[in-house]
Structure formats: C-alpha cells, structure tokens
C-alpha cells in the first residue's frame, strides 16, 4: 500500500473470505489510519467469491471512511461477485466505480 496523492488502492484477488480477510483486513486499517488520506479505493475486479465476513468487512471501512470524511470507491467484481452485493441489497448503497469487470 502506498498512499499517492493522498489516495491508496487496496486490491482483493480470490475469495474475499474468512481467511482473506485475516490479510485485508490489517491493510485496510492502515491505510484508513494513514494521515492525509482523502480517497480509499477497494479493488474487488479480481475477487472470484465474497462471503458474510467480506461483506462486513467492507461495509465497518465504509462506514469508518464516511465518519472520517474520507472517499470511498469499490472498483466492482465480475458479476458472481456483484450479484452477492445485488442480493445483499447493497449495490446501490455502495460506491461502486463504473461497471462491473468481466462483464
């Protein structure tokens, strides 16, 4: 991670589950931590599964970024991945970038 023009990008690649979050989670927290940080942007374009635990992972750093004044932007997964966020009843509640990869 490496903040640039006071914006950071964090990629997932795989599934974004329990045991991936045990990795995201940490630099996420840093990068949300790092002073000076204006845009955080969640890179999900090569998630190939998410589950409950990456949902909830990105909906607390939504809300820590919000509460912080700081943008969010969640570059989309391939459509298996959007379709658990569309049923979850979140894509449009998140700052989803464009349109979804792989599409």
């Known amino acids: 991670m490496a903040l640039t023009?006071?914006?950071t990008t964090i990629p997932v690649?795989?599934?974004f589950d329990m045991s991936?979050?045990?990795r995201v989670e940490p630099q996420l927290d840093r990068a949300i931590d790092e002073p000076g940080l204006r845009r955080l942007t969640l890179d999900l374009s090569n998630t190939t599964f998410i589950d409950s635990t990456g949902l909830g992972v990105v909906l607390r750093v939504a809300e820590d970024l919000q509460a912080r004044g700081v943008?969010?932007?969640i570059v989309p997964g391939?459509?298996?991945v959007q379709r658990v966020f569309e049923t979850a009843g979140l894509?449009?509640?998140l700052p989803f970038a464009g349109r979804p990869a792989h599409e």
């Open 5 to 7: 023009n006071r914006e």
């Open 13 to 15: 690649a795989g599934a």
């Open 20 to 22: 991936q979050t045990l």
């Open 71 to 73: 943008e969010l932007r």
């Open 78 to 80: 391939p459509p298996e």
């Open 91 to 93: 894509a449009d509640a």
